[in-house]
C-alpha cells in the first residue's frame, strides 16, 4: 500500500462523478410495467371472488354481511404485488397501478373496502353453491312451482347475524 | 405529536438497526441497497449499526416466527428509548404469504409495537426511502383507506311488514307479479 493506490483510489472516486439519487426531493418513475398496489374498481366488480379465491398472501377477504350486501375487503398490508387477482379478475376490475409509495403510521390506510350489491337468484336463492349442487336442488326456492308465482324468497340475514358465516374468514379482519 | 418527536429527538442521526426474524431475504437486500451510494440513506444521517443498544431504529424484516419471537422482543427490549420500529415488507406488516402457517406467529406487531409499515415484497429501496422520510417528516403520506358504500339499497322487491316466516323461508303475502 502505498500513497500511490490511495491516490489512483481517490481517481476512480472523482471519475464516477455524483451518483445518488436526490430521491425524495425528485420522484422517481418507476418501468413502465412495474406493479404497485392493486387498485380495486367498485362500479366493475361483480363480486365473484375469484381474486380472493387466487390470492397467495389471502389478503382479499370475502363476507356477507347479509343476503344483499357482500363486502370485499383488500387489507394490503402482506400483499405480494404478484398481480394474480387482476389476471383471474373476469371483469377487469383490480388494476395494478404503479403506486409504491404507500408507507404510512398506520396499516389501515392501506385497505380497501367494497361493499357490494348482490342481487338474489331466483333459482338458488345465492348465486353461489350453498352446500352441495344436490342439496342446493332441495332449497324450496329452487322448485319450479314456486319460482312461477314468486311467492317464496330466501330469509334476508340483513337484521340477524352480523358475524361472517364462514369460519375460516375468522384469520384476521383488520 | 409523534412526528414533532420525532423530528426533535432524531434529528439527523437515525441510527439503524437490522433485524430480520424469518424473512426471505429479499427485504434485506432492499435496505442494504439503501445504503449503497446510489441511494445514500445517509444524507438522513441514517448509519447502520451492528448491536440494538447503540441503534434508534429498528428496521424488521420478516414475520414473527415461533423460533425468532423471543430474540426479537429481547433486541427491541435492548434498545434505549426513545425508539422507533419500522416494519419493512409484506411480512413484517401482515405475516406474509405463510402467515396461516405453523411457524409463523404473524406480523411482528403481535411481539413488538410497530410505528411505521413499509407494505411490499420486497418494497423498491424508494419506498424505503419515502417511509424513513414520512417518519422523519420530510414528506407526507400517500395512501388513505379506501371505502365504496352502497348508501342506499337497490329498490326492495318486498316491504319488511308484509313478510311473514316460516321455517327458512318468508312468504310474502301481498303476492304479485313484478
Ligand atoms: S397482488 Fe397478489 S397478493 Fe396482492 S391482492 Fe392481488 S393476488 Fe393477492
Ligand atoms: S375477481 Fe374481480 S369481479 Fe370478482 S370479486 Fe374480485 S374484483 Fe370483483
Ligand atoms: S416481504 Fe417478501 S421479500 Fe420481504 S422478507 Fe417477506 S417474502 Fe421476503
Same mark, same amino acid.
Given at each position: 500500500?502505498?500513497?500511490?493506490?490511495?491516490?489512483?483510489?481517490?481517481?476512480?472516486?472523482?471519475?464516477? @462523478?455524483?451518483?445518488?439519487?436526490?430521491?425524495?426531493? +425528485?420522484?422517481? *418513475?418507476? *418501468?413502465?410495467?412495474?406493479?404497485?398496489?392493486?387498485?380495486?374498481?367498485?362500479?366493475?366488480?361483480?363480486?365473484? =371472488?375469484?381474486?380472493?379465491?387466487?390470492?397467495?398472501?389471502?389478503?382479499?377477504?370475502?363476507?356477507?354481511?347479509?343476503?344483499?350486501?357482500?363486502?370485499?375487503?383488500?387489507? @394490503?398490508?402482506?400483499?405480494?404485488?404478484?398481480?394474480?387477482?387482476?389476471?383471474?379478475?373476469?371483469?377487469? =376490475?383490480?388494476?395494478?397501478? +404503479? &403506486?409504491?409509495?404507500?408507507?404510512?403510521?398506520?396499516?389501515?390506510?392501506? +385497505?380497501?373496502?367494497?361493499?357490494? #350489491?348482490?342481487?338474489?337468484?331466483?333459482?338458488?336463492?345465492?348465486? #353461489?353453491?350453498?352446500?352441495? *349442487?344436490?342439496?342446493?336442488?332441495?332449497?324450496?326456492?329452487?322448485?319450479?312451482?314456486?319460482? &312461477?308465482? &314468486?311467492?317464496?324468497?330466501?330469509?334476508?340475514?340483513?337484521?340477524?347475524?352480523?358475524? *361472517?358465516?364462514?369460519?375460516?374468514?375468522?384469520?384476521?379482519?383488520? | 405529536?409523534?412526528?414533532?418527536?420525532?423530528?426533535?429527538?432524531? /434529528?439527523?442521526?437515525?441510527?439503524?438497526?437490522?433485524?430480520?426474524?424469518?424473512?426471505?431475504?429479499?427485504? !434485506?437486500?432492499?435496505?442494504?441497497?439503501?445504503?449503497?451510494?446510489?441511494? !445514500?440513506?445517509?444524507?438522513?444521517?441514517?448509519?447502520?449499526?451492528?448491536?440494538?443498544?447503540?441503534?434508534?431504529?429498528?428496521?424488521?424484516?420478516?414475520?414473527?416466527?415461533?423460533?425468532?419471537?423471543? $430474540?426479537?422482543?429481547? $433486541?427491541?427490549?435492548?434498545?434505549?428509548?426513545?425508539?422507533?420500529?419500522?416494519?419493512?415488507?409484506?411480512? $413484517?406488516?401482515?405475516?406474509?404469504?405463510?402467515?396461516?402457517?405453523?411457524?409463523?406467529?404473524?406480523?411482528?406487531? %403481535?411481539?413488538?409495537?410497530?410505528?411505521?409499515?413499509?407494505?411490499?415484497?420486497?418494497?423498491?429501496?424508494? $419506498?424505503?426511502?419515502?417511509?424513513?422520510?414520512?417518519?422523519?417528516?420530510?414528506? !407526507?403520506? %400517500?395512501?388513505?383507506?379506501?371505502?365504496?358504500?352502497?348508501?342506499?339499497?337497490?329498490?326492495?322487491?318486498?316491504?319488511?311488514?308484509?313478510?311473514? /316466516?316460516?321455517?327458512?323461508?318468508?312468504?310474502?303475502?301481498?303476492?304479485? %307479479?313484478?
Amino acid at each position: 500500500m502505498s500513497l500511490t493506490s490511495k491516490f489512483k483510489e481517490a481517481m476512480v472516486g472523482l471519475k464516477a @462523478g455524483r451518483v445518488t439519487l436526490d430521491y425524495p426531493a +425528485h420522484p422517481r *418513475p418507476v *418501468p413502465e410495467n412495474f406493479r404497485g398496489r392493486p387498485i380495486f374498481d367498485a362500479q366493475k366488480c361483480i363480486g365473484c =371472488a375469484a381474486c380472493a379465491n387466487n390470492c397467495p398472501a389471502r389478503e382479499i377477504l370475502v363476507l356477507d354481511v347479509c343476503q344483499e350486501v357482500r363486502i370485499l375487503k383488500y387489507l @394490503g398490508r402482506r400483499c405480494t404485488y404478484c398481480g394474480r387477482c387482476s389476471d383471474v379478475c373476469p371483469e377487469k =376490475a383490480i388494476t395494478m397501478s +404503479h &403506486e409504491f409509495e404507500t408507507a404510512t403510521n398506520k396499516i389501515s390506510d392501506v +385497505h380497501q373496502r367494497l361493499d357490494l #350489491f348482490m342481487s338474489t337468484c331466483q333459482r338458488c336463492g345465492r348465486c #353461489f353453491k350453498e352446500t352441495s *349442487p344436490l342439496e342446493q336442488l332441495k332449497l324450496k326456492g329452487y322448485r319450479f312451482d314456486d319460482l &312461477e308465482n &314468486e311467492r317464496w324468497i330466501f330469509r334476508s340475514r340483513s337484521f340477524l347475524e352480523s358475524e *361472517p358465516l364462514v369460519d375460516d374468514i375468522k384469520i384476521e379482519l383488520d | 405529536m409523534l412526528r414533532n418527536l420525532c423530528q426533535k429527538m432524531f /434529528g439527523r442521526s437515525l441510527w439503524v438497526y437490522h433485524a430480520n426474524s424469518g424473512g426471505c431475504n429479499g427485504c !434485506d437486500i432492499e435496505v442494504l441497497n439503501v445504503l449503497t451510494p446510489y441511494y !445514500d440513506v445517509e444524507r438522513f444521517g441514517i448509519k447502520l449499526v451492528g448491536s440494538p443498544r447503540h441503534a434508534d431504529v429498528m428496521l424488521c424484516q420478516g414475520p414473527a416466527m415461533r423460533s425468532t419471537a423471543r $430474540a426479537l422482543r429481547c $433486541a427491541y427490549d435492548a434498545m434505549p428509548a426513545p425508539k422507533l420500529v419500522f416494519a419493512i415488507g409484506g411480512c $413484517a406488516c401482515g405475516g406474509g404469504i405463510w402467515h396461516d402457517s405453523y411457524p409463523v406467529l404473524g406480523p411482528v406487531e %403481535k411481539v413488538i409495537p410497530v410505528n411505521f409499515y413499509i407494505p411490499g415484497c420486497p418494497p423498491r429501496p424508494e $419506498a424505503i426511502i419515502y417511509g424513513v422520510a414520512v417518519a422523519v417528516g420530510l414528506v !407526507d403520506k %400517500k395512501v388513505s383507506p379506501v371505502e365504496f358504500k352502497q348508501l342506499q339499497m337497490p329498490i326492495p322487491r318486498y316491504h319488511p311488514s308484509d313478510l311473514r /316466516g316460516e321455517g327458512e323461508m318468508v312468504v310474502y303475502e301481498k303476492a304479485e %307479479k313484478i
